[in-house]
């Protein structure tokens, strides 16, 4: 990793996001830090000014129309709608002329500040939803200026181009896309966003939060960029150039081998079974759930399509629940009922001192009952239609009498279904997620009342080690891997066996191998991950027998403490780990 | 406003599509303000909530078809266009 230190400002490093590796001209777009220019213009310009702002937004029209006939994804069709509806916006025209005309400004500096003010009123409505659609103001609003600056830019042919942005929302994501880019850096966004998963499925390497100085950049025309580690070299010599095709062969190599190590059984080198699966948020992911082998879908989120439309809709739910039980046949899907926290509630004014220690998961759920019932009936119709493939787990639980009530409520919405339809799916599993300390301590009882339980490693971490890892300062104590967390772990799968109940680890931890391992060594045989993780955990723990890693779990699990922990985790990753950095 | 997710990009895009087909103008007014009907930022900036009461004022020469179109629309929760 050290062999580009000399290259100074040449190299950049963010945090990888999609895998992959791609040499190409940089296309850079920032929402900040445009040049507009004020000057006033000559009366006699005025027409000429205002056709120029009317042909851009023309322009743009018939782009966005083109693309929005070309996709199937019936969310991304509606945000281009509302893309071309604000480009056809009269009010916005007007806004531009009146700044044309009334104060003799360019079109450029028109545009640029009839979009502004919208952006800034609808900043102040302070309503979730339009978030991601203020990012989609932006970059509508900076495509036009780049338009009228450079026509070049306007025929948007970003065939092989590597694009540095601010941040991507789902939608440009999809266009760029289409347009043939070959990879994108990015200063913002999350390892988990919608465009950053977009991208994952489309196969285009992306890095997040990269810092760079936007006037090197801007004098740079090629940039080699290593989705996997993060690097981004700009201007590259020819030795680079070197290294990255070769790691582009690799990269091509390690996804082949990826796939070829997916279609194996999960058999350890013993022969014993496991089960993996994959945790998803989103349509998009599930090609490369079947593509990495996944059995099925071990934890499905409902947050963001809750979140993103500001009430629940019953049918979109059902929906998307019924499409990844479509594509992800015949394997099972789990599905968590709302874990959020009451703050995200639309139009909700709740604030909490302590919003991980408040009114969040099943203890909102089950005061907003409406919204639990509203839920479950989206998970009941799916399981109409795909009998014995559905399961229900409920987040955030911290005493037994929580499952009890969520249960009954949900037995009594099966039974209050027309007579046939109830009997099919009577079975619908209900199952615990075990991420508060209590109820890991209470797993027996717990267990006596669901058919499954699934530990959230990550929400057990924080709240076991007391630890938000967001918390730079403190973070080096949210460790899955603590002894106290393992203990944890091996109560649950203990009561699990003893009830005779399925038990799987979805937090990080499971996605990470040698962790992934100790958990086959206590005797866990199903573990759920984010998709991209599974060749890796996959190839170490078919590649050792159940002695070893019950050797790798019982030197964790006696540790004193991190010191000895980490120390034991470097050890097992420089043995079995040496072909992977 | 019947639907329970208020006049959010969607259904902002719906309305402002419809209500562009029609010659009429057509306006909403919300507590006081006004804003075109035919302009999706202006009606986004609502952000009108379910619950709210908006008023619909549409003047023109296809006016009485513009409000029966438009109110089926409210009525309808914005799902039936397309």
New interface residues.
């Given amino acids: 990793m050290n062999r580009f230190v000399d290259l100074g400002e040449n190299l950049l490093k963010g945090t990888p996001a999609s895998p992959g590796v791609a040499v190409g001209e940089i296309r850079m777009f920032t929402h900040k830090d445009l040049e507009i220019p004020s000057g006033k213009i000559d009366r006699k310009d005025e027409e000429r000014e205002i056709e120029k702002a009317r042909q851009v937004l023309e322009h743009v029209d018939k782009q966005l129309s083109n693309l929005q006939n070309t996709q199937s994804d019936r969310e991304i069709r509606e945000i281009l709608e509302a893309q071309i509806q604000i480009v056809r916006d009269p009010e916005l025209f007007g806004q531009i002329e009146h700044l044309i005309r009334e104060e003799n400004r360019q079109a450029v500096f028109a545009l640029y500040h009839a979009f502004n003010e919208y952006i800034q009123l609808l900043n102040q409505t302070g309503r979730d939803w339009i978030k991601d659609r203020i990012i989609d103001l932006q970059s509508l609003r900076d495509r036009m200026i780049y338009q009228i600056g450079d026509p070049e830019t306007a025929r948007r042919d970003f065939k092989g181009a590597v694009i540095f942005v601010d941040e991507l929302s789902p939608s440009e994501m999809v266009e760029y896309s289409d347009s043939g880019i070959s990879a994108v850096v990015m200063q913002h966004g999350g390892t988990t966003s919608h465009a950053v998963i977009i991208a994952q499925s489309l196969g285009i390497p992306c890095i997040i939060g990269t810092g760079w100085k936007r006037s090197k950049v801007e004098s740079t025309r090629m940039a080699a960029v290593d989705g996997n580690t993060g690097e981004v070299i700009l201007d590259p010599d020819q030795n680079i150039l070197k290294i990255f095709n070769k790691r582009e062969l690799d990269s091509e190599a390690i996804r082949q081998q990826a796939i070829s190590i997916s279609r194996k059984p999960n058999r350890t080198a013993c022969g014993k079974e496991f089960t993996l699966r994959s945790n998803i948020e989103f349509i998009e992911e599930l090609r490369n759930v079947t593509e990495y082998g996944a059995e099925g879908i071990g934890l499905l989120r409902t947050e963001t399509l809750f979140l993103s439309h500001g009430y629940f809709d019953v049918d979109r739910h059902a929906e998307f629940y019924q499409k990844v039980l479509e594509e992800s046949a015949p394997d099972p899907v789990t599905i968590r009922l709302l874990d959020i926290g009451g703050d995200k509630f639309p139009g909700s004014r709740v604030s909490e001192a302590n919003p991980y220690l408040g009114w969040r998961g099943m203890r909102m759920l089950l005061d907003e009952t409406d919204l639990f019932d509203k839920q479950v009936e989206a998970v009941i119709a799916s399981a109409e239609i795909y009998p014995e493939r559905v399961r229900i787990l409920l987040p955030m639980v911290s005493d037994v009498s929580e499952i009890r009530t969520a249960k009954k409520r949900i037995r009594d919405m099966i039974r209050s279904r027309d007579g046939i339809q109830a009997e099919s799916i009577g079975k619908l599993p209900v199952g615990v997620m075990v991420e508060v300390p209590s109820i890991a301590l209470q797993a027996r009882e717990a267990a006596r009342y669901v058919d499954f339980m699934s530990i959230g490693s990550n929400d057990l971490t924080q709240y076991v080690m007391a630890t938000d890892r967001g918390n730079e300062r403190v973070s080096k104590l949210f460790r899955s891997s603590h002894p106290s967390v393992l203990k944890l772990i091996r109560m649950t799968a203990e009561a699990a066996e003893k009830e005779g109940i399925p038990l799987s680890v979805c937090g990080e931890m499971a996605g990470k191998p040698i962790l992934a391992s100790a958990l086959l060594g206590m005797g866990i045989r199903e573990l759920s991950m984010n998709t991209m993780s599974i060749p890796a955990v996959k190839k170490l723990i078919c590649s050792l027998d159940l002695e070893t890693m019950e050797n790798l779990y019982r030197e964790l699990i006696e540790s004193e403490g991190l010191h000895q922990s980490e120390k034991i985790i470097r050890k097992w990753k420089e043995r079995y780990l040496t072909d992977e950095s | 406003m019947l639907n ?3 006049l ?3 259904p ?2 719906t309305l ?2 419809e209500a ?1 087909k029609f010659d009429s103008d057509f306006y909403i007014d919300m507590r006081g303000y006004r ?2 009907g ?5 009606v ?2 609502l ?1 009108a ?2 619950g709210a009461e908006v008023e619909l004022i549409v003047d023109g020469s296809d006016e009485n078809e513009a409000m029966k179109t438009l109110v089926k629309l409210f009525e309808s929760r914005f799902e039936m266009a397309q």
């Fill in positions: 329970e997710e208020g959010h990009a969607r902002s895009a402002v599509k562009s804003v075109n035919k302009s999706i930022l202006g986004m900036t952000a909530e379910h």
